[in-house]
């Protein structure tokens, strides 16, 4: 069975860093794409950033320049660092990865369950 679980998530006041982590676990045979999102209250669930299996990496626009995606293909790890906080980046921050299973024929995507970032002003 695989799993996806996120870590790192705190409170933090504006202008401090996290870092957070995904651990991907399970029988997996490949990953391929992997991202973060996050979902503020009342709002949708957006894409923050994301990340191939060669490291090529897409953000959206509210936080390029602050945030940094990275990933430990062999560790089937990634991670989100991200400085320069604002109260505006206050959610829950998913992890997704497009993955193939052991024993399955094709690609699924996967959730992780969540973790909770708070900026405070």
């Known amino acids: 069975q695989v799993q996806l679980v996120e870590s790192g998530g705190d409170l933090v006041q504006a202008g401090g860093s996290l870092r957070l982590s995904c651990a991907a676990s399970g029988s997996i045979f490949s990953i391929n794409a992997m991202a973060w999102f996050r979902q503020a209250p009342g709002k949708q669930r957006e894409l923050v950033a994301g990340i191939t299996n060669d490291g090529t990496s897409n953000y959206a626009n509210s936080v390029k320049g602050r945030f940094t995606i990275s990933r430990d293909n062999a560790k089937n790890m990634m991670y989100l660092q991200m400085n320069s906080l604002k109260p505006e980046d206050t959610a829950v921050y998913y992890c997704?990865?497009?993955?193939?299973?052991?024993?399955?024929?094709?690609?699924?995507?996967?959730w992780g369950q969540g973790t909770q970032v708070t900026v405070s002003s």
């Open positions: 997704n990865a497009g993955l193939l299973a052991s024993g399955s024929s094709r690609f699924k995507d996967y």
